[in-house]
């Protein structure tokens, strides 16, 4: 069973930015996609950027210009390069994998505040 582990996480003002890690335990050549989510209290978990395995990204609308997914695939980690945060970022932020049979694995979350 794949683990995920996020870090990268903390407090930061609007404006600045952060870069999220998420350190997978096993190749992510062997994963149709790896994506961010996060969820803000009181809200639905939305997906964030996701990475598919032929290198193809997607973003949402929300964050596009300002965050990046990329991958150290030497590294097995998956990055969320966060810029020009704003304070309806705030949320906590998942890591995501999926295999191509379906199976989709979390990581434990980490924090995203953002004051303004």
């Known amino acids: 069973q794949v683990q995920l582990v996020e870090s990268g996480g903390g407090w930061v003002q609007a404006g600045g930015s952060l870069r999220l890690s998420c350190a997978v335990s096993?190749?992510?050549?062997?994963?149709?996609?790896i994506g961010w989510y996060r969820q803000a209290p009181g809200k639905q978990r939305e997906l964030v950027a996701v990475?598919?395995?032929?290198?193809?990204?997607n973003s949402a609308d929300s964050v596009k210009g300002r965050f990046t997914i990329y991958s150290d695939n030497a590294k097995n980690t998956v990055y969320l390069q966060m810029n020009s945060l704003k304070p309806e970022d705030t949320a906590v932020y998942y890591c995501?994998?999926?295999?191509?049979?379906?199976?989709?694995?979390w990581g434990q979350g980490t924090q995203v505040t953002v004051s303004s």
């Open positions: 995501n994998a999926a295999t191509f049979s379906g199976h989709s694995s």
């Open positions: 990475k598919y395995t032929g290198g193809t990204t």
């Open positions: 096993r190749s992510i050549f062997g994963f149709k996609a």
